[in-house]
């Protein structure tokens, strides 16, 4: 495995940043996490035009063009000679000192690392998952807006931890208001009498590429989509459920909070969308 580091390739075990870095010690920095299909890496534009966004919204001044940033993204991926796999791209805010302020930061950091993807295992696609409600809130969006992609995710770890602690995978994050957000590190839909709901990211979602590419799949089939408020009602009461993430695609989703959603097993829209999205990725392997 060869790792970039501004400008660089190193082995694993020689890839190292500074424990000055900013985006060690205060998670001070944004990235991205993409997936490669058959050589090839789907929706870049998309992932890079997000990588971009957060960094502004946080004033850090990614040190390089967005298109050059996808040709490194490129670059290493032939470098590491990966077929289907996961590139992880974060920019911190650099070496500072052990304030806060970013202006000790002179320069960002750029690590990219090209990875195997730890796929869930299929049977969890035929049978769906149970997820619970967490504890652990989504922030207020006044306090860090949820489409910056930051290096932050204390909370979503606390939901995690909670969602094993139940014997679960993933956990529903709700925000200030009691309202869905999404999920540890996926977006939810629902389905309910033939049209397709997912939390507007002003409720707390992250943008996410795959939320966006199953709104699109749902309009190919005329599927109805409605993005507005959801609460736990809504997911407790729907027909069909599902998660979707970059890693792991879509996720159905069977039950909520120990109340059993639709008949129990996937939902046939859920699945029709899932089969969609396969193609999709197929068609960017070639
Ligand atoms: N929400 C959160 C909090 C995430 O970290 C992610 C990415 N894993 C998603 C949603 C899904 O976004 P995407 O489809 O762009 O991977």
Known sequence: MKIYIDGEYYEKDQARISVFDHG???GDGVFEGIRIYGGRVFKLNEHILRLFAS?????LDI???PSLMSETVLEAVRVN??????IRVVVT??????????AKCPKPTVIIIVDDITLYPAEMYER???????ASRRLAIDGLDPRIKSLN???NILAKIEAKQAGCLEAVLLNPQGYVSECTADNIFIIKGGVLYTPATIEGALDGITRETVLELAAGLSLPCKVCALSRYDLYNADECFLTGSGAELMPVVSVDGRRIGRGTPGDLTLKLLAGFRRLAAETAG
Do not use: E, Q
């Open 153 to 155: 995710y204390l909370n």
């Open 55 to 59: 960094a502004k919204a946080i004033l």
């Open 81 to 86: 000679n990966k077929a289907d796999g996961y």
């Open 93 to 102: 805010r650099g070496r500072g000192d052990l304030g806060i302020d970013p």
């Open 128 to 134: 769906g998952i149970a997820v619970v409600t967490a």
């Open 63 to 65: 040190p390089m063009s």
């Open 24 to 26: 060690l010690l205060y």
